[in-house]
């Protein structure tokens, strides 16, 4: 009887521990934010976005409709530059029209702070990451 009360221990803490638990959460519910650029990773190796003022930084915003606005502090005395496209989602991809360049990314992780999206670019893998905090 023993043996049996272990073994049932011991197959609900399998059941309970399931692959779910290791996954990186994604809610598309939290996308439409700004989303700051924080760094890029690409063969392992981070670096970190050095694009930004000390007036302000570069973001993503995507809104209500599709509409994504990208804002480059460029200069501390100039409005920033932005400029409008578009994005769609399907699954865990994320399809954006910016200037007329069509880019699908993968989305490994989002949630109300942090977002980590996949790219391939001429065959490499880029994992862009960004976050809402400034």
Do not use: H
């Amino acid at each position: 009887m023993k043996k049996l009360l272990a073994i049932a221990i011991l197959l609900a803490g399998l059941v309970s521990c399931s692959d779910d638990d290791n996954k990186e959460d994604i809610n598309f519910d939290n996308l439409q934010k700004r989303w700051y650029y924080v760094s890029s990773i690409v063969g392992g190796r981070t670096t970190p976005y050095v694009g930004n003022e000390t007036c302000g930084k570069d973001y993503l915003e995507f809104q209500a409709a599709g509409v994504l606005r990208f804002v480059d502090v460029y200069d501390c005395q100039a409005d920033p530059r932005v400029t409008l496209g578009t994005y769609t989602t399907v699954d865990k991809n994320i399809t954006t029209i910016l200037n007329g360049v069509t880019m699908t990314y993968t989305v490994i992780k989002l949630n109300n702070k942090d977002m980590r999206i996949d790219a391939v670019a001429n065959g490499t893998k880029i994992t862009y990451v960004y976050t809402t905090a400034p």
